[in-house]
C-alpha cells in the first residue's frame, strides 16, 4: 500500500431523494466474498462499506489498495456509488531501521496514578475524530506531559464478525499502560477510566468472545476464520495498521514519533470551532 494519508472524515450529506453519506478515504483493502456474500471494502480510518455481490460497482481487475475514493454509501453502509480521487501528497515518516523493538514501557506503580493520567488525558478533540489520531495525540502528549512510555493496542474484527453483526469497523485502536506489571487500556472516548483488556474488548465485541492476542500476519491469514477478533499490541509510534504491517512484513521499525503524523493527528483531532 502506498504510504499517504487522506483526512478521511465521513461527510455527512444529505442526498436528494434519498438518505446517504458520503465518506472521503484511502482504501485499505477489498475482500471479496464467496457466493452471495457482500464484499467488504475496508478504509485506512477503520470504517467498512458493504458491497452487495451482484453488484457491478467494484471490479476484480482493479487494484483498490492505497486509492483515494469518495464513497455514497446508504443508512445501512451498502455501497452506492465509489469515484477515485487525486492522490494526497506523502506524509513522510520518521526515519525507520531495521531489526526488533525494544522500547522500555512505563511501569506505574498504582491504580491511583493510572486514574490521575487518564483524567489528564486531552478531551478537546473533535466527535468525528478517528481512533488512530486520538491515540496518537494521546501517547505523544503523555509522554511530553509525564514521561510515560505507553503502547497501543489494535482490536481487528475479523470478516467473520463482521459480516454476522453488520459491523461497520474493522478495527480500533487505543492506548494501553503497565500498572504494576498489569495491563490498562486508556480509552478516554469510551471508556471512564482505565479498563483491563477483556473489559476494554467487551464494549464493542457483541459476541463478548475473548481476543486472542496474535500479529497483524496472523490476523489477516485468519480473518475468515471462526474467531471474531485479534488483539495485536504496538509501540506507541506506530499509527496505522499499514506501520504495524510495514514492522512485520519489511522490518520497518519506528523510533520515534514522526512530527508531520503527529501534526496530522493534531489537525483531525481538534475540536472544530464555530458553527
Not at 472521503?24 to 462499506?49: A, I, P, T, W
Not at 495525540?137 to 464478525?161: A, C, G, P
Amino acid at each position: 500500500m502506498k504510504i499517504f494519508f487522506l483526512s478521511s472524515l465521513t461527510l455527512m450529506m444529505l442526498i436528494p431523494g434519498a438518505w446517504a453519506k458520503r465518506i472521503r478515504g484511502e482504501v485499505d483493502s477489498v475482500d471479496y466474498g464467496k457466493k452471495n456474500q457482500d464484499h467488504l471494502l475496508k478504509l485506512s480510518d477503520g470504517q467498512v462499506v458493504f458491497v452487495k455481490a451482484a453488484s457491478q460497482l467494484l471490479s476484480r481487475k482493479t487494484n483498490y489498495e492505497g486509492a483515494s475514493v469518495e464513497l455514497e454509501v446508504d443508512k445501512n453502509q451498502n455501497l452506492v456509488s465509489i469515484s477515485t480521487l487525486p492522490e494526497d501528497p506523502v506524509i513522510p515518516e520518521a526515519e525507520a531501521t531495521t531489526g526488533g523493538s525494544s522500547l522500555y514501557q512505563t511501569d506505574l506503580p498504582s491504580e491511583e496514578e493510572a486514574v490521575r493520567i487518564f483524567r489528564g488525558m486531552n478531551r478537546s478533540y473533535y466527535s468525528r475524530t478517528e481512533c488512530t489520531d486520538r491515540a496518537h495525540v494521546w501517547t505523544y502528549e503523555e509522554m511530553r506531559k509525564n514521561d510515560l512510555i505507553s503502547r497501543k493496542v489494535f482490536l481487528f474484527f475479523t470478516n467473520t464478525y463482521i459480516r454476522r453483526y453488520r459491523y461497520h469497523w474493522w478495527f480500533h485502536v487505543s492506548p494501553y499502560v503497565l500498572v504494576q506489571g498489569e495491563e490498562r487500556v486508556m480509552d478516554r472516548r469510551y471508556t471512564s477510566g482505565p479498563r483491563q483488556m477483556k473489559t476494554w474488548t467487551d464494549i464493542f465485541m457483541h459476541s463478548n468472545r475473548t481476543c486472542p492476542v496474535s500479529t497483524y500476519r496472523h490476523y489477516r491469514s485468519n480473518r475468515y476464520g471462526s474467531e471474531h477478533c485479534y488483539l495485536v499490541k504496538a509501540d506507541m509510534y506506530y499509527r496505522l495498521p499499514l506501520h504495524v504491517r510495514n514492522l512485520e512484513d519489511y522490518g520497518r521499525v519506528k523510533t520515534q514519533f514522526s512530527r508531520s503524523e503527529v501534526n496530522f493527528s493534531y489537525r483531525a483531532f481538534r475540536r472544530r470551532t464555530g458553527n
